[in-house]
């Protein structure tokens, strides 16, 4: 089923295998994705073929600097009856009541709108006034977001970012990419379309049997060891003490075995290894770890990849 909607995918985005692996794996987990690259990448792109792909609710919001809470959760509005005459408070429902939610340029928007989203990601149920209500199942937000560099962008809460399983960097492509792109646009028939390939409820059947993949104990004790070297890196040998601010939160544990599993059900394999935890690792510690001022250029993959290659690897028992 996965390879299919690979497949389906790739008849409208070239390229952009990591991308688009992540999204899959990630409805899969019922968790989220952040999308961080330059615009004309095919972000956008890709979350709109993938959820042609997949049967179920897509709802879109473009982050502006002007976009207010209410235009993402839905607000309480006073109605009057014109019959009657009588006013009541009627609750319109926002777009994120889907299953599928884009956040196209979400760092545009202010950090009290971004903030909106949080309880909708940890918890899948907004508030809205006085009335909490939840949100349909499977919920997932795909936010693509523009380099931290580029003017009138705001940093994401280092709470939010925690709520997103992977945080994946779209790069351009290359050039036998570019081409196939200026081809498949040429052509007169215009651009292709995904078609629908699956269900929400397929999708959380694979779930299901993602998480009876069997995970031995020395993996996760590995998967533990790399969570300690991001706060200890020196109990480990690493260099990286006056490098590394803060270290990735327990949450980034769940999800690194979360991903190892489904990462080696998708790899035709009943039991987990090292290399799926290594597989992941760096799409969920990247936006996990803070860098001090003494990092000198240093990059977060930098790091992951340096605590990689000084945490002891568990052999097969």
């Known amino acids: 089923m996965v390879k299919k909607i690979r497949a389906e995918i790739a008849k409208v985005i070239v390229g952009q295998k990591e991308m688009i692996d992540?999204?899959?794996?990630?409805?899969?987990?019922?968790?989220?994705?952040?999308?961080?690259?330059?615009?004309?990448?095919a972000k956008t792109q890709t979350v709109k073929a993938f959820s042609d792909a997949v049967e179920g609710g897509f709802q879109r919001v473009q982050g502006t600097p002007d976009k207010l809470p209410s235009d993402l959760l839905g607000a309480e509005i006073l109605q009057e009856d014109p019959a009657t005459g009588q006013k009541a408070v009627k609750l319109e429902k926002g777009p994120v009541f889907t299953n599928i939610l884009l956040v196209d340029e979400i760092n545009r928007m202010m950090p009290k709108t971004q903030a909106a989203l949080l309880e909708a990601m940890a918890e899948g149920r907004v508030t809205i006034g006085r009335s909490t209500l939840d949100l349909p199942k499977p919920f997932m937000v795909l936010a693509t977001q523009n380099p931290i560099e580029q003017e009138g962008v705001y940093r994401l809460?280092?709470?939010?970012?925690?709520?997103?399983?992977?945080?994946?960097?779209?790069?351009?492509?290359?050039?036998?990419?570019?081409?196939?792109?200026?081809?498949?646009?040429?052509?007169?028939?215009?651009?292709?379309?995904?078609?629908?390939?699956?269900?929400?409820?397929?999708?959380?059947?694979?779930?299901?049997?993602?998480?009876?993949?069997?995970?031995?104990?020395?993996?996760?004790?590995?998967?533990?060891?790399?969570?300690?070297?991001?706060?200890?890196?020196?109990?480990?040998?690493?260099?990286?003490?006056?490098?590394?601010?803060?270290?990735?939160?327990p949450r980034a544990a769940i999800f690194l075995l979360k991903a190892a599993r489904i990462n080696a059900l998708l790899d035709g394999r009943a039991w987990v290894g090292p290399q799926d935890v290594r597989a992941v690792a760096a799409r969920i510690l990247r936006h996990?770890?803070?860098?001090?001022?003494?990092?000198?250029?240093?990059?977060?993959?930098?790091?992951?990849?340096?605590?990689?290659?000084?945490v002891a690897v568990p052999t097969p028992r």
Request: hydrophobic residues 40%.
């Open 288 to 310: 996990r770890l803070t860098l001090s001022y003494t990092a000198n250029g240093l990059s977060t993959d930098q790091v992951v990849e340096s605590i990689l290659s000084k």
């Open 22 to 41: 992540s999204i899959i794996t990630a409805m899969i987990a019922s968790e989220h994705v952040l999308l961080e690259g330059v615009p004309g990448v």
């Open 157 to 249: 809460p280092e709470a939010q970012q925690d709520r997103f399983m992977y945080k994946v960097l779209v790069p351009r492509p290359a050039i036998d990419e570019l081409k196939a792109i200026m081809e498949r646009f040429s052509k007169k028939d215009g651009q292709p379309k995904a078609g629908k390939i699956t269900s929400l409820d397929e999708m959380v059947e694979i779930r299901k049997v993602a998480e009876q993949v069997y995970v031995d104990d020395s993996i996760k004790d590995y998967i533990a060891d790399i969570i300690e070297a991001t706060h200890d890196p020196l109990k480990y040998g690493i260099a990286a003490q006056e490098q590394i601010e803060s270290g990735a939160s």
